[in-house]
């Protein structure tokens, strides 16, 4: 603090104890701010309602001029702080709710918006040392675009979740090194570009502020290096390829840039805030004492035209109608950003003035949540499979543990070659590459071994974890009952990988497609489609004979919570209901598109993000003809009362102490995140996601989307696209032009690849909205 600084704030607290002497035998005083009464802060003058200007000393030394209501501030007015904060801007009974400046004894300022004490939307944060953001804020962290000068002269610009980069940005350093593409909680994350000040660059992946998988090294006279990038130079391969000029960089290593290059790349921390305006609020007398000296709901029908109600920012207006509301102060601060109490309205409902007209009231959905249940039965001796499960255990654990060499993710064409698989005999009695066994003798099928084992290592699978899921002690789960197209489904232990027996013409599907497939996903990370691990054969030997083939998936529902309802929507009518009362849905029940009664509401980048994968999943599966795939949905509801209802966010609101009606500026979820910063590390494009969903009301048994009620529940989504391996083939048209005889076209299942895309996009882009 500088000298004058100084000066002044001694002078100021010599006044405010002159005050507060003088106070103590007069009951009045002279301040900075001219004439003014002085009240304790406990002190009851006011009349109910009545605004008027006032200057008070409060017995902590604080001060505060301006307007004043309800025993607390309401209105345009100036605090100050003993300790040197300030304050001026808007206040709505008791709490900084508008625009304001904020400013530090350090020098540091804050002028924007505010909402119930928190910097919240649009602001400017100049800290001391001329550290500067301009942009959003919710809950007094940077949240949505802005852009960050810090003091060392670096500068970024783009989006911020949770107070740290994350989403599309540029960060240009002091030296003139610039990055431009994807951050994830702070850290350079994805698809992005370092331009370097020499003029050279990286184009490619990155992860956890490293480049990390495909990329290239461009050097300023056209020569570049391409390869598969690791900090780890025995996981690093690539290609060097010289530019015209005859100087080369032949010699160059690609762990340069690890070592060298980016080492003047670090990301500024930047200034801390020393406290958070929402610590700084008081707990006015208006608060408790409010609500002790309105009319009850039931007589304020009576004075509407004298009652006043607060809105959905606490605000307080003269209007017809009631909606009672008090707010209790964040007492501390979670992880030097936000308080860990609670700063919410008590809502004590809302009256409308059209009350009585009953065809505008809400249906009220009946949604009954039954008690989780784990999916499938044991395999254990005695069961008619329990033999093909050690077959396919011991089958797994060889092709998983075979020895390979470290393999790049760039893949030779005779690697997808269909004629690319290994048979290995497993004898009882065991042999020179297998291990003796108490089942039976059969031989073991590996399709394109090579293709699936580097599919695992880009969908991150650990070896070691993949064979202790699949094979270790526990045995495997089969599911009740087979699905539609007479399929078994098996699942691990853990609930980490699915296994589906497969037809014949599935496998061909999945080996003619796979090179596509390949490619999709190492393209796009965040895809929808369904990830297969492995694709084996069992054949038995003796007189049976008997193949049978299966894929290992992920588990889409493998998932820290519980699934209380799933979905699995078509965007088709026909045959698209399941025909069961609400007492007997459960965990496991997969509902179907005529029974979806909601609208997913997601926020805005997560929903920009889903739209664009959606499309990009079903251009990729329309090019390899492929239909009758569903998107599956898993829904968990974030807080269900004790009678097994899940509570809307107006009853949670109520319960908690908000104003019914308040639109919270972050979901439950996200709320959650901000307590547990860990948790977001988890959340992707359909796994773990945030999310509203809004109930629904369809006027006919036919309408895929009802109608919206304004009925909303805090949720959490799981989801992706499953069933993809059913092309239009010879069947599927006969069951086409057959249906379509006796349906509608436009409501079957059967319909042209290209037709199902479409529809299947339209019905999704309806079910799923931005949240607004």
Same mark, same amino acid.
């Not at 599956?632 to 966010?649: A, D, I, N, W, Y």
């Not at 109608?707 to 059913?726: C, K, N």
């Given at each position: 603090?500088?000298?004058?600084?100084?000066?002044?704030?001694?002078?100021?607290?010599?006044?405010?104890?002159?005050?507060?002497?003088?106070?103590?035998?007069?009951?009045?005083?002279?301040?900075?701010?001219?004439?003014?009464?002085?009240?304790?802060?406990?002190? *009851?003058?006011?009349?109910?309602?009545?605004?008027?200007?006032?200057?008070?000393?409060?017995?902590?030394? &604080?001060?505060?001029?301006?307007?004043?209501?309800?025993?607390?501030?309401?209105?345009?007015?100036?605090?100050?702080?003993?300790?040197?904060?300030?304050?001026?801007?808007?206040?709505?009974?008791?709490?900084?709710?508008?625009?304001?400046?904020?400013?530090?004894?350090?020098?540091?300022?804050?002028?924007?918006?505010?909402?119930?004490?928190?910097?919240?939307?649009?602001?400017?944060?100049?800290?001391?040392?001329?550290?500067?953001?301009?942009?959003?804020?919710?809950?007094?962290?940077?949240?949505?675009?802005?852009?960050?000068?810090?003091?060392?002269?670096?500068?970024?610009?783009?989006?911020?979740?949770?107070?740290?980069?994350?989403?599309?940005?540029?960060?240009?350093?002091?030296?003139?090194?610039?990055?431009?593409?994807?951050?994830?909680?702070?850290?350079?994350?994805?698809?992005?570009?370092?331009?370097?000040?020499?003029?050279?660059?990286?184009?490619?992946?990155?992860?956890?502020?490293?480049?990390?998988?495909?990329?290239?090294?461009?050097?300023?006279?056209?020569?570049?290096?391409?390869?598969?990038?690791?900090?780890?130079?025995?996981?690093?391969?690539?290609?060097?390829?010289?530019?015209?000029?005859?100087?080369?960089?032949?010699?160059?290593?690609?762990?340069?840039?690890?070592?060298?290059?980016?080492?003047?790349?670090?990301?500024?921390?930047?200034?801390?805030?020393?406290?958070?305006?929402?610590?700084?609020?008081?707990?006015?007398?208006?608060?408790?004492?409010?609500?002790?000296?309105?009319?009850?709901?039931?007589?304020?029908?009576?004075?509407?035209?004298?009652?006043?109600?607060?809105?959905?920012?606490?605000? %307080?207006?003269?209007?017809?109608?009631?909606?009672?509301?008090?707010?209790?102060?964040?007492?501390?601060?979670?992880?030097?950003?936000?308080?860990?109490?609670?700063?919410?309205?008590?809502?004590?409902?809302?009256?409308?003035?059209?009350?009585?007209?009953?065809?505008?009231?809400?249906?009220?959905?009946?949604?009954?949540?039954?008690?989780?249940?784990?999916?499938?039965?044991?395999?254990?001796?005695?069961?008619?499979?329990?033999?093909?499960?050690?077959?396919?255990?011991?089958?797994?654990?060889?092709?998983?543990?075979?020895?390979?060499?470290?393999?790049?993710?760039?893949?030779?064409?005779?690697?997808? *070659?269909?004629?690319?698989?290994?048979?290995?005999?497993?004898?009882?009695?065991?042999?020179?590459?297998?291990?003796?066994?108490?089942?039976?003798?059969?031989?073991?099928?590996?399709?394109?071994?090579?293709?699936?084992?580097? %599919?695992?290592?880009?969908?991150?699978?650990?070896?070691?974890?993949?064979?202790?899921?699949?094979?270790?002690?526990?045995? /495997?789960?089969?599911?009740?009952?087979?699905?539609?197209?007479?399929?078994?489904?098996?699942?691990?232990?853990? &609930?980490?990988?699915?296994?589906?027996?497969?037809?014949?013409?599935?496998?061909?599907?999945?080996?003619?497609?796979?090179?596509?497939?390949?490619?999709?996903?190492?393209?796009?990370?965040?895809?929808?489609?369904?990830?297969?691990?492995? /694709?084996?054969?069992?054949?038995?030997?003796?007189?049976?004979?008997?193949?049978?083939?299966?894929?290992?998936?992920?588990?889409?529902?493998?998932?820290?919570?519980?699934?209380?309802?799933?979905?699995?929507?078509?965007?088709?009518?026909?045959?698209?209901?399941?025909?069961?009362?609400?007492?007997?849905?459960?965990?496991?029940?997969?509902?179907?598109?005529?029974?979806?009664?909601?609208?997913?509401?997601?926020?805005?980048?997560?929903?920009?993000?889903?739209?664009?994968?959606?499309?990009?999943?079903?251009?990729?599966?329309?090019?390899?003809?492929?239909?009758?795939?569903?998107?599956?949905?898993?829904?968990?509801?974030?807080?269900?009362?004790?009678?097994?209802?899940?509570?809307?966010?107006?009853?949670?609101?109520?319960?908690?102490?908000?104003?019914?009606?308040?639109?919270?500026?972050?979901?439950?979820?996200?709320?959650? /995140?901000?307590?547990?910063?860990?948790?977001?590390?988890?959340?992707?494009?359909?796994?773990?996601?945030?999310?509203?969903?809004?109930?629904?009301?369809?006027?006919?048994?036919?309408?895929?989307?009802?109608?919206?009620?304004?009925?909303?529940?805090?949720?959490? /989504?799981?989801?992706?696209?499953? *069933?993809?391996?059913? &092309?239009?083939?010879?069947?599927?048209?006969?069951?086409?032009?057959?249906?379509?005889?006796?349906?509608?076209?436009?409501?079957?299942?059967?319909?042209?690849?290209?037709?199902?895309?479409?529809?299947?996009?339209?019905?999704?882009?309806?079910?799923?909205?931005?949240?607004?």
């Amino acid at each position: 603090m500088s000298k004058e600084l100084h000066g002044i704030v001694k002078g100021w607290e010599s006044k405010v104890r002159k005050a507060q002497a003088a106070a103590k035998k007069k009951r009045a005083g002279v301040s900075i701010f001219g004439t003014m009464s002085v009240a304790h802060v406990d002190d *009851d003058l006011d009349n109910p309602g009545e605004v008027y200007h006032a200057e008070k000393v409060f017995s902590n030394g &604080d001060m505060y001029t301006g307007q004043w209501a309800d025993n607390c501030p309401n209105g345009h007015g100036k605090y100050l702080w003993s300790d040197g904060c300030m304050y001026v801007g808007e206040w709505v009974r008791g709490k900084t709710n508008g625009k304001g400046k904020f400013s530090w004894p350090s020098g540091a300022t804050y002028e924007g918006q505010f909402k119930n004490g928190y910097m919240d939307g649009e602001g400017t944060y100049i800290g001391c040392s001329n550290d500067t953001y301009r942009g959003s804020w919710v809950f007094n962290m940077k949240h949505g675009r802005g852009t960050k000068n810090y003091t060392n002269g670096d500068h970024y610009d783009g989006n911020w979740r949770r107070g740290r980069p994350d989403g599309q940005g540029r960060y240009q350093w002091n030296n003139g090194n610039q990055y431009i593409g994807q951050w994830r909680n702070g850290k350079m994350n994805g698809s992005g570009t370092m331009i370097w000040a020499s003029g050279n660059r990286y184009d490619g992946c990155w992860e956890d502020g490293l480049p990390k998988g495909n990329g290239t090294y461009r050097w300023l006279d056209g020569s570049f290096y391409v390869g598969v990038w690791s900090q780890d130079p025995k996981e690093m391969t690539g290609t060097y390829y010289p530019s015209n000029s005859q100087i080369g960089h032949f010699d160059w290593d690609p762990q340069e840039v690890y070592i060298n290059y980016l080492k003047d790349c670090r990301i500024s921390r930047g200034e801390k805030i020393s406290v958070f305006p929402s610590q700084k609020m008081v707990n006015w007398p208006c608060e408790g004492e409010f609500l002790q000296k309105q009319p009850t709901l039931k007589n304020s029908r009576v004075n509407d035209a004298r009652t006043r109600r607060a809105s959905a920012d606490g605000r %307080l207006s003269s209007a017809g109608g009631t909606s009672w509301g008090s707010e209790s102060d964040f007492g501390s601060e979670m992880n030097g950003q936000m308080g860990r109490g609670r700063e919410d309205d008590e809502g004590f409902g809302s009256l409308r003035s059209d009350d009585g007209d009953t065809s505008k009231r809400k249906r009220h959905h009946h949604i009954r949540i039954q008690p989780t249940k784990r999916q499938g039965r044991t395999i254990t001796k005695g069961h008619r499979n329990y033999e093909l499960m050690l077959n396919l255990q011991l089958g797994i654990r060889h092709s998983v543990g075979r020895p390979a060499p470290a393999q790049s993710l760039d893949l030779r064409t005779t690697a997808f *070659d269909t004629r690319e698989k290994l048979w290995t005999k497993f004898p009882p009695e065991g042999s020179k590459y297998t291990p003796p066994h108490q089942s039976c003798d059969f031989r073991w099928k590996d399709y394109c071994p090579l293709v699936f084992r580097t %599919l695992r290592k880009l969908f991150k699978v650990d070896p070691a974890d993949y064979m202790i899921s699949i094979c270790g002690n526990d045995a /495997l789960r089969e599911l009740s009952s087979p699905g539609k197209s007479g399929s078994f489904f098996y699942l691990t232990n853990d &609930d980490k990988y699915m296994i589906k027996t497969m037809k014949k013409a599935e496998v061909k599907v999945l080996l003619r497609m796979l090179p596509a497939y390949y490619n999709h996903v190492r393209a796009f990370e965040n895809t929808l489609i369904a990830k297969f691990y492995g /694709l084996h054969c069992v054949k038995l030997t003796g007189s049976a004979q008997k193949k049978v083939r299966f894929v290992i998936m992920g588990n889409l529902f493998c998932t820290e919570y519980a699934i209380h309802r799933r979905f699995d929507l078509k965007g088709s009518s026909h045959g698209r209901l399941t025909d069961k009362p609400e007492s007997e849905i459960d965990s496991t029940t997969t509902l179907k598109d005529l029974d979806l009664n909601f609208i997913f509401r997601l926020q805005k980048i997560w929903f920009q993000e889903f739209c664009r994968q959606v499309d990009r999943d079903c251009d990729f599966l329309e090019q390899e003809r492929i239909m009758d795939y569903s998107l599956l949905v898993g829904v968990h509801f974030r807080e269900v009362s004790q009678s097994g209802e899940p509570l809307t966010c107006e009853a949670r609101s109520s319960r908690a102490g908000n104003t019914p009606g308040a639109t919270p500026r972050l979901s439950k979820a996200d709320m959650d /995140l901000l307590f547990d910063p860990s948790r977001c590390a988890s959340i992707r494009l359909g796994i773990s996601m945030p999310a509203r969903a809004e109930a629904t009301v369809r006027k006919n048994d036919f309408e895929l989307i009802g109608e919206p009620t304004g009925e909303f529940y805090d949720i959490v /989504l799981i989801f992706g696209i499953i *069933d993809i391996l059913q &092309d239009y083939d010879i069947s599927k048209k006969l069951e086409h032009a057959y249906k379509s005889i006796q349906f509608d076209p436009t409501s079957i299942s059967a319909v042209d690849p290209r037709q199902y895309s479409r529809r299947f996009r339209d019905f999704v882009f309806k079910a799923f909205t931005e949240d607004s």
